[in-house]
């Protein structure tokens, strides 16, 4: 006989009942730009689609974002911050190395009784936090889990590499997961990984590996580095697989899917998935063009903009499909 203590229940579905988001009021666009490196707006948007991108104020930090991000999600959720059960911040550009984000996220919300941690996967953090959330309200552990994509991507810039500096942006995106009685919510999440290629999109210094001195900042240890062609190639092909394993998992066809909110990293990348994928211009969303990259935030914003726009409506399936430095991917197949 089971022990009632140790007995499992059954596990049970998990919805995103509400969602939120926050971009920094300062935009930057490609002109502006022009007076900082070598490029022009024409440069900018052909390879990139991008025309502007928010910047955070002096003193805004991840924490701010997320922390404005998570009370629209909680109120669009009808959910009161003490009613939260756990917290998880999706960020490469954390506050500080610790405490984490999320801690100081719970601390802004006055979330009392909610446990908070931080996780990293680049770009892909938002679907791997949703991953992980999901796994806490789907065994009863918890009832309400607040997930979170955040960064402050200006602050790791080089404004003079102009490879990298005209990409990025700030900003934060969140989501409540709850069960919904009689929906089935998330139905897959498919997530991967693969160290051997680390080194093409990094910032080496600050770690244990590479702590901060004066030589490691002069040096410009604590920028973002990336290899972008390698990127561009790993990311279609590394998203075109998790978008496909995900579907046949669920035994879905691109034509079913209502709208594609891939990782915002700029037109081209989205442009390589949808024809692989054979999706249509109608189904796959972008905001690239105002925001540029905002890494684990990336897809956390679009999704909201998506939902308060109306292009997702209760009963829709949607794919999200992401990948990010080291290297990370991740898709999620959503029942809305």
Avoid at 39 to 53: Q, V
Wanted: aromatic fraction near 4%; include cysteine.
């Amino acid at each position: 006989m089971t022990h009632p203590r140790t007995s499992r229940p059954h596990l049970r579905t998990v919805s995103i009942t509400g969602v939120g988001s926050h971009v920094p009021e300062r935009v930057l666009t490609n002109a502006d730009l022009e007076k900082l490196v070598e490029t022009s707006d024409e440069w900018i948007t052909s390879r990139t689609g991008i025309r502007e991108r928010r910047i955070a104020a002096e003193g805004e930090t991840t924490a701010d974002m997320a922390a404005k991000a998570a009370a629209r999600a909680l109120a669009n959720a009808g959910v009161k911050p003490e009613d939260l059960d756990l917290i998880i911040v999706a960020t490469i550009t954390p506050d500080m190395p610790f405490p984490s984000t999320a801690c100081l996220v719970q601390h802004r919300l006055g979330a009392v009784r909610a446990a908070a941690f931080d996780i990293e996967a680049a770009c892909s953090g938002f679907v791997y936090a949703l991953d992980i959330g999901s796994h806490f309200v789907a065994s009863h552990t918890y009832n309400t889990v607040l997930v979170i994509g955040a960064e402050k991507m200006s602050s790791v810039i080089d404004w003079k590499d102009r490879n990298t500096c005209v990409l990025f942006g700030d900003g934060a995106g969140a989501a409540v997961l709850q069960n919904r009685p009689a929906a089935h919510g998330l139905l897959t999440t498919c997530l991967g990984s693969d160290g051997g290629k680390a080194g093409l999109l990094e910032v080496r210094g600050g770690g244990s590996a590479c702590p901060a001195t004066a030589k490691s900042v002069a040096d410009g240890m604590h920028y973002l580095r990336m290899d972008g062609k390698e990127t561009f190639k790993n990311a279609v092909n590394a998203m075109v697989t998790a978008a496909t394993d995900a579907l046949d998992r669920c035994g879905l066809k691109i034509e079913q899917i209502r709208c594609i909110i891939p990782h915002q990293a700029n037109q081209r990348i989205l442009a390589a998935v949808a024809e692989r994928l054979g999706a249509g211009p109608d189904q796959v969303f972008s905001n690239v063009e105002r925001y540029g990259n905002t890494s684990a935030a990336s897809v956390a914003i679009a999704l909201d903009e998506a939902v308060q726009g109306g292009r997702i409506r209760r009963g829709d399936l949607v794919l999200l499909v992401v990948f990010g430095a080291g290297l990370t991917w991740g898709s999620a197949v959503i029942e809305w």
